[in-house]
């Protein structure tokens, strides 16, 4: 068994997703943000969001704990306390959300909030 058909992946779709990956990271490498967005809108095409969802989370647990010896004494643990209500409250909702909608509805609904939020 092959890692691509454990994953349930074609070689291609497997490629595809290194390559959102690697732009991903230059464009965080630049911006210092951006990673988990720009892997959302073009996993989005090849996977269902409730996958992505963990996969996103994973990369993006990877790629920042190599940060954490630079940034802990520059932390606002304040803002932080702050941050983990916002998401104690709109995780089971965003969960609640995916179990729910359909892969085609979820994916539409991504694409229009990338879209909104690309301008405003």
């Not at 992946?9 to 464009?27: D, H, K």
Request: glycine residues 6%; contains cysteine; aromatic residues 20%.
């Amino acid at each position: 068994m092959t890692l691509l058909n454990y994953f349930d992946f074609s070689l291609s779709q497997f490629l595809i997703i290194l390559f959102i990956v690697f732009i991903a990271s230059i464009i965080r490498g630049f911006n210092g943000f951006g990673f988990s967005a720009t892997c959302i809108s073009g996993f989005s095409f090849i996977l269902p969001a409730i996958e992505i969802v963990p996969i996103i989370l994973i990369l993006e647990v990877f790629i920042s704990i190599f940060m954490i010896p630079y940034v802990w004494n520059k932390i606002d643990w304040s803002f932080v306390f702050k941050l983990l209500i916002g998401i104690a409250i709109g995780s089971p909702i965003g969960l609640f959300l995916l179990k729910y909608l359909s892969p085609e509805t979820t994916h539409l609904y991504v694409c229009l909030i990338i879209i909104f939020f690309q301008y405003f």
